[in-house]
C-alpha cells in the first residue's frame, strides 16, 4: 500500500485559514470563542472516494482548540453515528454554521474548519442563448451527503447539497461581527472513483478573492495536489499547522503563535517536506491570498504546554524550578542512596508525555526490539531471552503493540534513537535537540515540575499522579500488583507492559512516570553521588559501569516505582522491562 494518498485534483486548497481583523487583540480579548469543525471520510456518492485522515484532522484539531477556550462544535461521520444531528450532512453543516457565524460580538472569536473533498463548477447560463452569458465558476465543500445531481443557482451558486466556499463561508463570516474570523478548509481531496463529475475542473487560486480583512492560506498552489501521509495520519498540510499551533510556529517571548508566523512555518516546511517524502517531482506550495492589515492576531498560547513532533511524540514543558530530590529517611524500603539534596533545574526543558513507543521507535531506528510485540516478527535484532526466538510475547498481549512502550533496548540504543531523530529531515529544521533525561530532570518532571512548589510538603510523597499519594495500588500504575505500596491492597498483575498512558497522569500531563518499563536516564549510576551532587543541573559522575534507570517497571514491586528509587544496569544491556522517554532542548 502506497503510504501517502493525494487529496486533490479538484479544489486546489487543502486547508485554508482566514483571519478577519477588526482590531481586537486575542490576548486581551473577553469575549467567547466559537468553532464549528466538520471531518468526512465516508461519502454517499459513489463518485467521491473514501478519506482516511479527514477525521483525524478535525479531531485534533478539536483538541488543540478546546485547550485554548473554544466551545467547539464537531460534526463527523462518526459523530453522527451517536447523534444524528453531528452527522456532516449539508443541512447540518448549515445549521451549526448559521449558529455559530450569526450575531457575534466584536470581542468574539468565531473559527470553522471543514476536512474533505471540494470542487469547483463551472455553471452554464440556462438562458446562455439570449444572454450570450459565459459560464461562472463557483467552489464548494462536499458534506457526506454530497449530489452532483443536483441543480446549481447561475446567479448565486447555491447548490441544496453543497456548501458555497463564497456564499456560505467567506460572505458570512465577512458580516457576522466578530473580531476575530477564522476558517480552515481541508478540502482539497476530490478522489472521483468511476467517473469524473461534469463541470468540475481544479481552482484557480490566483481568481479566489476574499473580502476584505480576511486573509486566507490554500495548502498548495494552482494546478498542484494535497497529500496525506500515513506516517502522519493527517495531511500534511493539517499535519504541519497542528504543529504549529502546538508550539513550534512559535515566535516571541511569550510563545505566542500568530497568524503571521503560522502562515510562514506552514509554507516552509509543507513545501521543503512534500518532494522529499513523497517523491516523484510531486510539489505542493501553500499559497496566502488576502490583504491583512495591523497586528497579527494570535490564535494559540500552546506552545508554553508542549508540542508533538514529527513521529507523533508529544512532549510537555517543564519549567525551571528547584526541589528536593532523594526521599526522606522515615519513607518506606528507601535506601541510603536517596539521600535528600535541594537541586535547582535552571533551564526550561520538554519531556515525553509518554514512553517511547514501538511504532514511534520502529519510525527512526527502522525495527522493532520488543519483547512484548503482537506477532513476534519485528525483533531482527534478537530479544532479552534468545536471539534465535524474536518477540515471544504474543501469548501475553494478543493485540495491537504499536502504543506500547519500546523495551528490549539497551540504553546506548535510547541514545542512538535520539540521535537518529535529530538527523531526520523532518526534525533537522526544529529548534530542538533530543537526547535522554538528566536523573535530576526525571525525577524534578516525576514529582511535578514548576509545580511542586504548590504541592508543599505532598511534594515529598513517593508516587505523583494528579494528587501526590503515599500508597500505589496496580489500578494506579502497570507493577506487580501482588507487592503494592503503603495502604494499598494487593492487585492485578498484568505480567506484561501495556498500552502508553492507560494509568493517570501527573499534575504536568506526563504518564506512566511509575511502572510499566524502566525508564534509561542520561547519568552513570554511583551509590555515593547525592553526597557531592552539584546544586545546580547535576548530570552524574564522569563515569561508570551503569546507567541510571528510574520509574519501576510491570514485574518490580510498587517500592521500586517510588520516585526516589534508583536503578540501573550496564549500558548495553536489553531488557524485557527497561525504556525510555526523552527530552528535548534548545540546539546550541
Not at 535520539?418 to 526525571?442: I, Q, S
Not at 521500586?560 to 540546539?587: H, K, M, T, Y
Request: neutral net charge.
Amino acid at each position: 500500500m502506497s503510504p501517502f494518498w493525494f487529496r486533490s485534483v479538484g479544489l486546489c486548497s487543502a486547508l485554508v485559514v482566514l483571519v478577519g481583523l477588526v482590531g481586537v487583540r486575542s490576548e486581551e480579548a473577553t469575549g467567547k470563542k466559537y468553532a464549528v469543525l466538520v471531518g468526512v471520510n465516508e461519502y454517499q456518492s459513489g463518485k467521491l472516494a473514501s478519506l482516511k485522515y479527514a477525521e483525524n484532522d478535525v479531531d485534533e484539531l478539536a483538541k488543540v482548540l478546546k485547550a485554548n477556550g473554544f466551545d467547539v462544535r464537531l460534526l463527523s461521520n462518526s459523530a453522527g453515528k451517536k447523534d444524528k444531528k453531528d452527522a456532516p450532512t449539508a443541512a447540518n453543516v448549515r445549521a451549526a454554521l448559521q449558529e455559530r457565524i450569526k450575531g457575534k460580538k466584536r470581542d468574539d472569536t468565531v473559527l470553522v474548519a471543514l476536512s474533505g473533498h471540494g470542487l469547483q463548477l463551472e455553471v452554464s447560463d440556462p438562458d446562455e442563448e439570449k444572454t450570450k452569458n459565459a459560464p461562472r465558476a463557483y467552489s464548494y465543500f462536499c458534506p457526506a451527503d454530497a449530489d452532483f445531481a443536483d441543480k446549481v443557482s447561475y446567479s448565486t451558486g447555491r447548490c441544496a447539497s453543497l456548501i458555497g466556499l463564497k456564499a456560505e463561508v467567506l460572505d458570512a463570516l465577512e458580516d457576522c461581527g466578530a473580531g476575530a474570523r477564522l476558517v480552515l478548509m481541508d478540502c482539497c481531496r476530490n478522489e472521483y472513483k468511476a467517473q469524473q463529475v461534469t463541470r468540475s475542473r481544479g481552482l484557480d487560486v490566483s481568481k479566489l478573492s476574499a473580502p476584505e480583512g480576511v486573509g486566507v492560506l490554500f495548502s498548495c498552489s494552482s494546478g498542484q495536489k494535497a497529500f496525506e501521509l500515513e506516517q502522519y495520519r493527517h495531511g500534511v498540510f493539517f499535519h504541519y499547522v497542528l504543529e504549529g499551533l502546538g508550539g513550534k510556529a512559535a515566535v516571541n517571548k511569550r510563545d505566542e503563535v500568530t497568524w503571521a508566523s503560522l502562515v510562514s512555518y506552514v509554507q516552509e516546511e509543507v513545501t521543503d517536506v512534500v518532494p522529499e517524502l513523497v517523491g516523484g517531482g510531486a510539489k505542493q506550495e501553500p499559497q496566502a491570498v488576502g490583504n491583512l492589515k495591523g497586528k497579527s492576531p494570535v490564535l494559540a498560547l500552546v506552545g508554553r504546554r508542549g508540542f508533538t513532533n514529527s513521529v507523533g511524540m508529544k512532549l510537555v514543558r517543564v519549567k525551571a524550578g528547584k526541589f528536593t530530590m532523594g526521599s526522606p529517611e522515615d519513607e518506606k524500603d528507601r535506601d541510603e542512596k536517596e539521600k535528600q539534596h535541594e537541586v535547582a533545574i535552571m533551564k526550561d526543558f520538554f519531556i515525553g508525555a509518554y514512553e517511547v513507543t514501538q511504532k514511534q521507535y520502529k519510525a527512526v531506528m527502522g525495527y522493532n526490539p520488543s519483547y512484548f510485540s503482537h506477532d513476534g516478527k519485528e525483533a531482527d535484532n534478537g530479544t532479552y531471552d534468545d536471539a534465535t526466538k524474536p518477540g515471544g510475547g504474543k501469548d501475553k498481549v494478543g493485540k495491537d503493540t504499536d502504543d506500547f512502550p519500546v523495551e528490549n533496548v539497551s540504553w546506548e540504543e535510547a541514545v542512538e534513537f535520539c540521535k537518529k531523530l535529530n538527523e531526520t529531515a523532518a526534525e533537522k529544521k526544529y529548534k530542538v535537540k533530543y537526547r535522554l533525561p538528566t536523573e535530576a530532570e526525571w525525577e524534578y518532571a516525576c514529582r511535578g515540575g514548576h509545580k511542586i512548589a504548590q504541592l508543599k510538603d505532598k511534594a515529598q510523597l513517593p508516587f505523583h499522579f494528579e494528587s501526590p499519594t503515599a500508597s500505589l495500588s496496580s489500578s494506579q500504575a502497570n507493577f506487580d500488583g501482588n507487592s503494592p505500596y503503603g495502604d494499598a491492597e494487593k492487585g492485578r498483575y498484568l505480567e506484561r507492559t501495556s498500552k502508553v498512558g492507560d494509568y493517570e497522569a501527573n499534575a504536568l500531563g506526563i504518564y506512566d512516570m511509575h511502572g510499566n518499563v524502566y525508564e534509561w536516564c542520561a547519568d552513570w549510576h554511583d551509590s555515593d553521588y547525592y553526597a557531592k551532587s552539584p546544586r545546580k543541573d547535576p548530570t552524574g559522575p564522569d563515569e561508570g559501569s551503569i546507567r541510571i534507570a528510574r520509574g519501576g517497571a510491570y514485574d518490580f514491586p510498587g517500592s521500586s516505582c517510588r520516585a526516589a528509587a534508583r536503578n540501573g544496569d550496564a549500558p548495553s544491556g536489553r531488557f524485557r522491562d527497561r525504556g525510555f522517554r526523552v527530552v528535548a532542548v534548545p540546539r546550541e
